[in-house]
């Protein structure tokens, strides 16, 4: 998660390719590492397998993981092809999935490891380009045809037990530089024990930014070319925090940025392992949760002290496994997610596709961020959320459950809900399905409508979830994902203030509790406004939630209400976020340090 | 152990579909299926080895199946290639 400061990628200044070179990205994982650097990318494959042969069971062992992988990825495109090109074009890959399996492949291989005592590599060559040629050599037209089969196959084979190699080699204490990498990827390097991942793409809500937070690893992303700009063993310093990234460092960087990682591992150690209630240093209690979606996820609850989970993004699970799960796959995580949050509750948001979340529907919108999304999508599809009310409803036995409506615009959208909840209900208790039958229901405030008229809203919801990056989104009319104009794109604009501040008095009045949960919620220079501005709990990632209680217990209620007034008579963005970082300055400069780059 | 004689009867002959579909369908059984063809046999559940076959239209192909559920991967069997494979004749 990005602080509110976007910094764009600077563009290179006068570089020889031999000094120190600062870049700034995105961090999205929080942390300092300094290492040198393992370069991965496609090339880096083929120097991994020039290693010797060990034994007759690794290499039979890197076989056969080389053979699963390549098998999961056949699968898929199986899949894909069956879904897009129709049932025939399946039937190719379909062949070759065959193929890994087959005795004359498959033992074959084996017995070459044992017999030759080869590197698995030089087996599947040696047995692979054996069938091919007498393929190849055939007369037969339609025998020739099936060389380039045995080709592809070898191919992939190959990259999988190479890719496979070149992963256990990385070395730990090293920093990753890579252009893109799967979350599955970032799994792999953390469990190698690597310092930290630095990207040319990605952002702060991709899977990959989610699971490095997880993790602990510190990342920044979006540095556009960075691996053409470092080489293998450079030392590179990244900064999570600030996004701030430095190759080849000055001695005197090194010592600043050391120093920054000092106190940054101080400071996560300082805090207790049972921590009481967030509260304000006069007492005042606000509620500090966690985003989460994922099992790598939940045990930093408890590492975090997050009081529950503040926003459960239901569509994650679906982006990542690629379809729909089904009830009683969602039953198992909304279970074990509210097992891991006990005695605290979940906050379930309903899946909130369409905008930039891709759907499986195919529908080309000229406008997806004013288009079929959220909750439009599920009245109009019933069928789509019912199976996901029914399984909430299930888990609701194991914890305080709560339901979130995505891109709440008219009234009526919550009884509508409402009423697919109570139906739901219905169909359990009349199956003598144990369930919670009233769950509380709550909306998101993300269209300005709702925030304009909340007192309306207030009435007939039970809660209130402000999602400041999408009612900034619409406030200012910027698309942070265009490049051309995110830089222009400040949460901290008066109007979208304005909005907060109109949202949380209708809740007040109405004696709702409210919520933020956008990525403001994460930012230790927003949280004294937050509060000041009356919000009762913030939800963000959880290792920045330690920044933010430490915040948090330095400030009084009197203060922050009072920093809040100031901030909203402020005529610009620019002005509040300068109020808002001299006062943590002045107040917290510890924690005031750890945002900014150390040099 | 039973046999049986079969033609290839779609117009594109036995290529990478087809022979996908005859494994995927011999492998639901216990019993060995081979195929036999111009005096040369290889093993019907590898599918390397029926994409060695190479038969075209018209060809004829002796299949043979040994084992508990003969009977059932014999029927089968010939009704895969007795479809044509479910392509264009």
Redesign the interface.
């Known amino acids: 998660m990005p602080l509110s400061l976007l910094i764009q990628g600077a563009a290179p200044a006068d570089d020889d390719g031999e000094g120190e070179r600062t870049i700034d990205g995105i961090g999205v994982a929080p942390g300092v590492a300094i290492g040198p650097v393992y370069l991965y990318e496609a090339g880096a494959w083929q120097e991994a397998a020039n290693v010797g042969f060990e034994s007759v069971e690794a290499e039979a062992g890197r076989f056969e993981r080389a053979v699963v992988r390549s098998e999961r990825e056949l699968t898929k495109i199986v899949t894909v092809a069956q879904e897009k090109l129709g049932e025939?074009s399946g039937?190719?890959f379909?062949?070759q999935l065959?193929?890994l399996r087959?005795?004359?492949?498959y033992d074959a291989v084996l017995a070459r490891i044992r017999d030759d005592e080869v590197i698995a590599g030089e087996a599947v060559r040696a047995v692979l380009d054996r069938?091919r040629d007498?393929?190849a050599a055939?007369d037969?037209h339609?025998?020739r045809e099936?060389a380039a089969?045995f080709d592809d196959i070898r191919n992939r084979v190959i990259r999988n037990l190479q890719q496979g190699r070149a992963l256990s080699n990385i070395d730990p204490d090293h920093v990753v530089v890579a252009s893109r990498l799967t979350a599955a990827d970032v799994l792999l390097f953390s469990r190698r024990g690597v310092l930290g991942i630095v990207l040319d793409f990605g952002g702060p809500t991709s899977h990959v930014s989610i699971m490095a937070r997880a993790l602990g690893v510190p990342a920044v992303v979006s540095l556009r070319s960075l691996t053409s700009e470092v080489h293998s063993g450079d030392t590179l310093i990244i900064d999570g925090l600030s996004g701030r990234v430095v190759v080849r460092p000055t001695p005197a960087t090194l010592d600043a940025y050391r120093a920054k990682q000092a106190r940054y591992d101080a400071l996560r150690a300082e805090l207790p392992r049972d921590f009481g209630p967030a509260e304000t240093a006069d007492g005042h209690p606000v509620a500090l949760q966690a985003n989460v979606e994922f099992r790598e996820e939940f045990p930093l609850l408890r590492e975090f002290g997050a009081e529950g989970v503040g926003l459960f993004r239901t569509e994650m699970l679906f982006l990542v496994h690629g379809r729909a799960l089904d009830e009683d796959q969602q039953y198992a995580v909304y279970r074990d997610v509210l097992r891991a949050a006990a005695p605290h509750g979940v906050t379930f948001r309903l899946i909130d596709l369409g905008g930039d979340k891709g759907l499986p529907f195919s529908n080309r919108e000229a406008n997806p961020f004013l288009g079929w999304r959220g909750v439009r999508i599920l009245t109009d599809r019933p069928e789509v959320v019912r199976p996901q009310l029914r399984a909430v409803l299930r888990a609701a036995t194991e914890g305080p459950a709560r339901l979130l409506v995505p891109m709440v615009t008219f009234v009526d959208e919550i009884e509508t809900i409402r009423q697919l909840v109570a139906e739901a209900a219905a169909e359990l208790a009349a199956e003598g399905v144990p369930h919670e039958a009233h769950v509380p229901i709550g909306i998101m405030v993300e269209v300005p409508a709702v925030a304009v008229t909340a007192d309306r809203f207030a009435k007939r919801a039970d809660f209130f979830s402000i999602g400041t990056n999408d009612l900034t989104q619409f406030t200012l009319g910027i698309d942070r994902g265009n490049e051309l104009v995110a830089h222009r794109f400040r949460e901290l604009h008066p109007a979208v203030l304005e909005l907060v501040a109109r949202t949380v008095a209708a809740a007040h009045d109405a004696g709702i509790p409210v919520s933020l949960c956008g990525e403001l919620a994460g930012d230790p220079r927003v949280t004294p406004l937050l509060v000041g501005m009356g919000i009762d709990a913030l939800s963000a990632s959880p290792p920045y939630l330690r920044l933010v209680r430490r915040v948090l217990s330095t400030t009084t209620l009197p203060e922050a209400r009072a920093l809040a007034a100031e901030a909203l008579r402020q005529s610009d963005a620019d002005a509040v976020r300068t109020l808002l970082f001299n006062w943590l300055r002045d107040h917290t400069p510890d924690v005031a340090a750890m945002l900014v780059p150390a040099d | 152990m039973i046999t049986r004689e079969v033609t290839i009867r779609n117009r594109a002959?036995l290529?990478?579909?087809p022979?996908?579909?005859i494994?995927?369908e011999a492998s639901r059984f216990k019993s060995d299926f081979y195929i036999r063809k111009d005096g040369y046999e290889i093993?019907g559940k590898?599918?390397?080895?029926v994409?060695?076959l190479?038969a075209?239209q018209g060809s004829r192909l002796e299949l043979t199946f040994d084992g508990p559920d003969e009977a059932k991967a014999a029927e089968a069997l010939e009704a895969v290639f007795e479809r044509g494979f479910g392509e264009p004749i």
């Not at chain 1, 087959?102 to 492949?105: E, G, N, V």
């Not at chain 2, 590898?46 to 080895?49: E, L, N, P, T, V």
């Open positions: 025939d039937r190719i379909d062949a065959l193929m087959d005795a004359s492949f069938i007498r393929f055939s037969d339609a025998l099936r089969d | 002959g290529h990478t579909r022979a996908s579909m494994v995927r093993n590898s599918i390397i080895g994409m060695t190479a075209e």
